[in-house]
C-alpha cells in the first residue's frame, strides 16, 4: 500500500511538472523569449508603422527587437522621406523606444546604419582606416641631389607622409642589413622635393605615406553612408559613438538601459588597415624596438635583414594590430 501511494505521488507531480513545463513553454518568461531583427528599410518610417509592427511582435512573443536600417536600390525600397539620424528620425526612434516599453519589449541598435562596421558621415579621411602607400626613384652617388619624388597614390584625396627611407640596391635589391636603412625624412620639403648628398653606390629612396583605405559602412541609406572609423584610435571610435549612438543615448532617458539595452555590431565586411598616426609610439610601447627601418618590409616587401628576421618582425607588426584593434576599437 505504501508503495502504491508512493508512485502515484510521482505521477501525480510528474504530470503537475509537465503541465508546468507546458504552460511555460506556452507563455515563457522575458528571459527566455525570442529576439527578432527589425530592419528599417531606407528612411520608409512612420509612427503608425513602427506601433504595428511592435504590436504584432509582442503578440506572438517575441521579446526584444535589433533594428538595422539597411538600403540597396537595386533590391530595396526607394528612398523614403526621413533621412538617418536626421531630428525626424531620432523622434521616430524615441517613438519606437516608447512603444516597446509599452509592450514589454527591449531593444538594440545596431551601431550605425547599414549591418556592416562602424561608419558613418561624420568621420572624416584623418579618422578613418588607414594603410601604407609607397613610391620608390632610384639614384646613384656620390652627387648631390635635387629631385621630385612623386606622391603614393591616395584614396579621396587624402594624404600624409611618414617617412623617407633610402637603402643600398644592390645586387639583391630585395634584401639589405637593417643598418643600411637610412631615415632620410628631414631631406625632404613638404612639396616632395627631396635634397641629399648621396653617398657612393645605388640607392633605392622609398617615399612611404598614408591614406585611407577608402572603406565604408553598407548596405546603408545614402544619407548614412560614410568612412569606417579608424579601428586602431580610440578617438576615432569616441567620435563615431558621440555622433550616434550616445545621441540616442541622450534622447530615450530613463529608458536607456531598461528598453534600450544594446548596441550592436555586426558582420565585419571592410577588410583591413595596417596603419595609424601613433602606429610608431604604439609599437615601440609593445613590442621594445624601432619600427623605422621595418617598413620596407610593410610597404616593398623588401627583406630587412633576413628572411627569419622579417618574418619575425611580421608576426610582431600583426600582433600589435591586433592589440590596437582590440583594445582601441572594440575595448573603446
Not at 19 to 33: N, V, Y
Not at 69 to 77: I, L, P, R, S, Y
Not at 154 to 171: G, I, Q
Amino acid at each position: 500500500m505504501f508503495t502504491l501511494v508512493a508512485i502515484c505521488a510521482v505521477l501525480l507531480n510528474t504530470r503537475a511538472a509537465d503541465k508546468s513545463l507546458e504552460q511555460l513553454f506556452r507563455d515563457p518568461p522575458k528571459s527566455a523569449r525570442p529576439w527578432t531583427y527589425w530592419f528599417w528599410i531606407n528612411g520608409n518610417i512612420t509612427k503608425e508603422g513602427i506601433t504595428a509592427d511592435l504590436e504584432g511582435m509582442a503578440k506572438v512573443g517575441i521579446g526584444g527587437v535589433l533594428i538595422m536600417e539597411v538600403a540597396n536600390q537595386k533590391t530595396m525600397a526607394p528612398t523614403g522621406p526621413v533621412a538617418f539620424a536626421s531630428p525626424e528620425w531620432r523622434e521616430l526612434f524615441k517613438h519606437a523606444v516608447n512603444e516597446c516599453a509599452r509592450l514589454g519589449l527591449q531593444m538594440n541598435m545596431n551601431n550605425d546604419a547599414g549591418w556592416c562596421g562602424s561608419g558613418g558621415p561624420w568621420i572624416t579621411p584623418q579618422l578613418s582606416m588607414q594603410k601604407l602607400v609607397a613610391t620608390n626613384i632610384t639614384v646613384t652617388g656620390p652627387q648631390h641631389v635635387v629631385r621630385k619624388i612623386q606622391q603614393p597614390p591616395s584614396t579621396l584625396d587624402y594624404y600624409r607622409d611618414v617617412k623617407v627611407l633610402a637603402y643600398p640596391a644592390v645586387d639583391r635589391p630585395l634584401h639589405t642589413a637593417k643598418s643600411a636603412v637610412l631615415d632620410i625624412t628631414d631631406k625632404m620639403s613638404t612639396d616632395g622635393t627631396l635634397t641629399w648628398d648621396v653617398p657612393a653606390g645605388k640607392w633605392k629612396i622609398c617615399r612611404i605615406g598614408c591614406t585611407t583605405t577608402g572603406q565604408k559602412n553598407k548596405p546603408a541609406p545614402e544619407s548614412g553612408t560614410g568612412l569606417e572609423c579608424d579601428k586602431f584610435n580610440p578617438h576615432a571610435a569616441e567620435v563615431h559613438f558621440n555622433n550616434f549612438i550616445n545621441k540616442l543615448a541622450d534622447d530615450v532617458g530613463p529608458n536607456l538601459g531598461k528598453v534600450l539595452t544594446t548596441t550592436h555590431i555586426d558582420s565585419w565586411e571592410v577588410h583591413s588597415q595596417n596603419w595609424t598616426a601613433r602606429m610608431p609610439e604604439e609599437f615601440r610601447k609593445r613590442r621594445g624596438y624601432d619600427l623605422t627601418p621595418w617598413l620596407l618590409a610593410v610597404t616593398g616587401r623588401v627583406i630587412v635583414e633576413n628572411d627569419e628576421q622579417t618574418a619575425r618582425f611580421q608576426r610582431d607588426y600583426l600582433r600589435t594590430e591586433m592589440e590596437l584593434n582590440d583594445e582601441y576599437y572594440a575595448g573603446t
